[in-house]
């Protein structure tokens, strides 16, 4: 069956430090591949969109790749800060359905001070 | 900047009852969506619509779910008997181009509970 997997349910750093989450899916084919934030009782804000054929996408202190052979995506916040605290969730979009996003249960990440 | 709105932000309802949820996405967009998040799990995709038609939907999107697009800048749900699984976050969701490709903004979202 399809899955998407965000390996931690939650994750806590310390201030300055790289958070790094990991997504993880079998049997997709995804053409596209989305990081969303989410924080507590609001609607996901969109990040980031990496395709397939792209190995790393930047945005400021984001950094994502996408290794389509190894099914993964790794999403890096650099010189994190305690703002930065929210669930992050991993979306995908499949080649047959590109209108239909499938989300990750999303890994939520505490940075303290 | 231009946002998603919807409305109510919360709506209470007992089971049986029909429910309308109500949304104004970006006013350039072409594709519009709803999901639901029920309490403490994943945002599930229901429904993306396209040019007044459903492009895709899931499982989830039965009979008791329908969507329109009534004029030019509402994007409504309707449950049409609620149950009490129903309860949930209902966020809709809208982009310019297919959301596989482009941004997709969501709007804060509708809380339903079903009692």
């Known amino acids: 069956s399809q899955k998407i997997e965000q390996n931690s349910e939650a994750l806590n750093i310390q201030e300055g430090k790289t958070a790094t989450l990991t997504c993880n899916y079998t049997?997709?084919?995804?053409?596209?591949l989305q990081w969303y934030r989410q924080d507590p009782g609001r609607g996901p804000v969109f990040l980031l969109l990496?395709?397939?054929?792209?190995k790393e996408k930047r945005k400021e202190r984001l950094k994502v790749t996408f290794d389509t052979t190894l099914k993964q995506s790794l999403f890096h916040i650099t010189a994190s800060q305690p703002a930065d605290s929210a669930t992050y969730l991993c979306?995908?979009?499949?080649?047959?359905?590109?209108?239909?996003?499938?989300f990750g249960s999303g890994t939520r990440l505490s940075i303290r001070p | 900047e231009p946002e998603v709105t919807q409305t109510p932000s919360h709506q209470v309802t007992q089971m049986g009852q029909e429910v309308i949820l109500r949304c104004v996405p970006i006013?350039?967009?072409?594709?519009f969506y709803w999901y639901r998040q029920i309490l403490g799990q994943k945002v599930e995709f229901l429904v993306s619509?396209?040019?007044?038609?459903?492009?895709?939907k899931s499982e989830i999107f039965d009979d008791q779910f329908s969507v329109e697009r009534p004029d030019g800048s509402n994007f409504t749900l309707k449950i049409r008997s609620t149950k009490l699984e129903d309860s949930a976050m209902y966020f809709c969701?809208?982009?310019?181009?297919?959301?596989?490709?482009?941004?997709?903004?969501f709007g804060p979202g509708t809380r339903l509970t079903v009692l």
């Open positions: 049997n997709y084919s995804p053409a596209y």
């Open positions: 619509f396209y040019n007044n038609e459903i492009s895709e």
């Open positions: 006013s350039n967009h072409l594709y």
């Open positions: 969701a809208s982009s310019v181009g297919l959301a596989g490709v482009d941004t997709q903004y």
């Open positions: 979306a995908l979009a499949p080649y047959s359905s590109a209108s239909k996003i499938i």
């Open positions: 990496i395709r397939e054929n792209e």
